[in-house]
């Protein structure tokens, strides 16, 4: 089994935002113990920040840039190097792999991030990937590591991503309020947001919104995923061994999982270069049981330049958007042919990723 185990800013850091390295070493020697039990594993960590924060006392004031740049530099290289001694005891090689949203904004580039891991995987390499803060930019960041996790988890084909926060699972109300629980299992199509508060835990980016939407999308394209607490001690050999008696919240994975393709287009709709909009007809006929493609006698207007081979985005009669494919043509040559029936299709099937319909 391959596992994808996202750990949290809050984990790894104690409630004075220093760096929790107790909790680090529980979940070094828990990974090693599923390591041991034949499982692969690809750990994206946090951490970086909280890390770098407790290691330098700044005089002066810092814009909000300047710290995460300032404290990731500093925190990534200390974090890197204490899973590297704790990992070590268990003769576990694990390699560094610092990426950031636009490293994906290519099929190629994608690709090349794929290989870079399954050849630390193929040689028992365990990659312990973040997010480059220290110069990825406010634009182009990734909304937290919950988003890079699931892209990380689809990209690898993985069988289950397991998201570590500081909480159990998601509750169905104020989390700690009388009568509140855990929610054990999500099935597709069901709504949470009626649970989910917006605000943020201490040291996390993201917030509990974010993982839901990401855990949805990538149980959507078939991989289990997991959210549960990685403050208790034991959690990840306990969700193995004991799933029925660990409190956790387990997002049910799509029975047909979605092609590599298609687990690419579902996590690079920010990359999309035009907007392709759609009659009723041609959104009735994309939503509905059969495979089909989207044809351009049913697209009404191209907004952008692209050429073949781009992401863009499709929206329905009303402007909403629909999902995202790749376009079989350069923009100039798609609006011509606007209308056209007896053309090949704009986005072929293979090559088209709706949104889960809400
Ligand atoms: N319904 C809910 N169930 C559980 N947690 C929730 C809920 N609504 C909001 N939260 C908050 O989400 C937080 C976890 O998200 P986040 O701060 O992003 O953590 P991390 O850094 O681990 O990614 C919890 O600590 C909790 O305060
Ligand atoms: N890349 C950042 C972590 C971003 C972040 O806080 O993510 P999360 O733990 O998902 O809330 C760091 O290492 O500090």
Not at 150 to 169: E, F, K, T, Y
Not at 285 to 304: C, Q
């Amino acid at each position: 089994m391959r596992l994808v185990i996202k750990v949290g800013s809050n984990v790894l850091t104690r409630d004075n935002g220093k760096l929790d390295i107790t909790r680090m070493s529980a979940l070094v020697d828990q990974v090693a113990a599923l390591r041991a039990g034949g499982h692969e594993v690809i750990l994206v960590s946090s951490g970086a920040v909280a890390c770098g924060r407790s290691e330098l006392k700044v005089g002066h004031k810092l814009g909000s840039v300047e710290q995460r740049q300032l404290f990731s530099a500093l925190g990534q290289a200390k974090l890197i190097n204490l899973y590297y001694d704790l990992f070590r005891e268990y003769r576990i090689p694990v390699g560094q792999v610092l990426t950031m949203k636009e490293s994906f904004a290519t099929r190629r580039e994608y690709l090349n991030q794929r290989s870079c891991m399954t050849v630390m995987i193929a040689n028992g390499v365990i990659p312990i990937v973040n997010e480059n803060d220290t110069i990825s930019v406010t634009e182009l960041m990734f909304t937290d590591n919950d988003e890079l996790s699931g892209l990380i988890a689809a990209m690898m084909d993985a069988d289950a991503l397991v998201i570590l926060s500081n909480i159990d699972g998601i509750y169905d109300g104020e989390p700690g309020a009388p009568g509140a629980r855990v929610i054990r299992r999500v099935e597709p199509g069901s709504d949470l947001s009626t649970y989910i508060r917006q605000e943020k835990s201490g040291f996390g980016r993201g917030g509990m919104l974010t993982k839901c939407h990401i855990a949805r999308k990538v149980a959507e394209e078939g991989i289990r995923v997991i959210i549960a607490n990685g403050k208790r001690d034991n959690i990840l050999t306990d969700l193995l061994s004991n799933p029925e008696g660990t409190l956790h919240t387990e997002f049910t994975p799509n029975a047909e999982p979605a092609s590599n393709m298609k687990k690419w287009l579902a996590h690079s709709a920010s990359f999309a270069k035009g907007l392709v909009h759609i009659n009723d007809k041609a959104a009735k006929v994309l939503r509905g049981d059969r495979a089909v493609s989207l044809l351009l006698v049913g697209v009404t207007a191209i907004e952008g330049e692209f050429e073949e081979g781009d992401i863009v985005t499709i929206a329905d009669g009303e402007g909403r958007r629909m999902g995202v494919g790749r376009s079989a043509y350069g923009s100039n040559d798609a609006r011509r042919l606007i209308g056209k029936h007896d053309v090949k299709p704009l986005v072929h099937y293979d090559y088209l990723c709706l949104d889960p319909q809400e």
